[in-house]
């Protein structure tokens, strides 16, 4: 990657277990000098994590890399990595998270249910300096600063979302499933350069969901192109395509950010008749169609001098 970035201190990518192959990508839009340790992990028999680095960090700005769509069995590698680092004597430990989890639990829907979004919150911000993320579900909260009490960086990924549909889709009109997704389909559709509608949906149960079409108007002649941040169940999707093909629409382009895809997601979205299934590369996933480290690298530089 060009880049007028100079190190004044070693930077070291670690990756937590299973984000090799992330931390290795994402070393590669990053200056030459950009070292990635090893990181060996396995599970004692009682479940216990071990790790062992292989890699000098003393003295380093040290980045951890990390897959957080599984949270609950990963967070724990993060502390012992962050820790492991400032015991190294690491000048600065920041987490490359490119999906952020536990943000749609932003408030006590229910008597009772813990707002997991603001501890998890204080969880990352008590283990590392810095956070980069690709657009994390901020509904309830309008930005990152209102949980996280370290410095955060948030990569949009309409731009590059923007540019898939201009590159792959004829006469395109950009449908936000729901209230939430109002913010990155009015960008991706401004960016793209073409309509775009937000339809109304209400959540019964995680897989329960109903959407209303009231407010598509002027779709003749194009194609729908939903655009979600997150595929989890794929039920907000798979009901809109749903929709849209009962109204006589062709069928749509499905496009997410952070693709999830929980248990039997993406069967239930393919059988629902959308055109075609991509998302970023924030999760793995054979969906996975349109990069966003080129960005996420030119978000870490800055946190690195
Ligand atoms: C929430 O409103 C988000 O923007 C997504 O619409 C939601 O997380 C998708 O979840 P699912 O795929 O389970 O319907």
């Known amino acids: 990657m060009e880049s007028a970035f100079t190190a004044v201190t070693p930077v070291v990518l670690l990756p937590m277990p299973g984000a ?12 030459a000098s950009t070292l990635c340790a090893g990181v060996e992990s396995r599970r ?11 890699g000098e960090l003393r003295d380093a700005q040290v980045v951890i890399v990390g897959n957080l769509y599984q949270p609950d069995p990963q967070a724990l590698s993060l ?20 999906y952020l989890p536990y943000m749609r639990q932003d408030a006590r829907f229910h008597p009772g249910e813990a707002i997991t979004s603001r501890s998890f919150a204080r969880f990352v911000s008590s283990a590392v300096d810095w956070l980069v993320t690709v657009d994390p579900h901020l ?46 389909a009015a960008e991706v559709a401004r960016l793209a350069g073409c309509p775009h509608a937000v339809l109304e949906k209400q959540r019964h149960g995680d897989r329960d969901v109903e959407i209303s079409l009231s407010h598509l108007t002027d779709t ?23 929709m849209l093909r009962a109204a006589g629409l062709p069928p749509p382009v499905c496009i997410g950010v952070h693709a999830l895809f929980a248990g039997d997601a993406a069967g239930v979205l393919a059988e629902a008749g959308a055109a075609r299934v991509v998302t970023c590369n924030t999760v793995p996933h054979a969906s996975n169609g349109i990069d966003v480290l080129p960005a996420l690298a030119s978000a870490i530089l800055p946190l690195l001098r």
């Open 20 to 31: 090799e192959a992330l931390a290795a990508q994402l070393a590669g839009y990053l200056p």
């Open 44 to 54: 004692f028999p009682d479940g216990e994590s071990w790790l062992r680095v292989l």
């Open 79 to 98: 502390l012992y990595l962050a820790d492991y680092a400032r015991e190294m004597g690491a000048l600065r430990v920041g987490l490359v998270a490119p």
């Open 139 to 184: 509904h309830r909260y309008a930005s990152l600063d209102e949980i996280y009490t370290i410095s955060t960086r948030v990569v949009p990924a309409a731009p590059v979302m923007a540019a898939w549909i201009a590159a792959h889709v004829e006469r395109p009109f950009v449908v936000g499933p729901d209230s939430e997704s109002a913010q990155w």
């Open 220 to 242: 003749e002649g194009r194609t729908p192109v939903l655009i979600d941040d997150i595929i989890s169940s794929a039920r907000t999707m798979t009901v809109a395509v749903r």
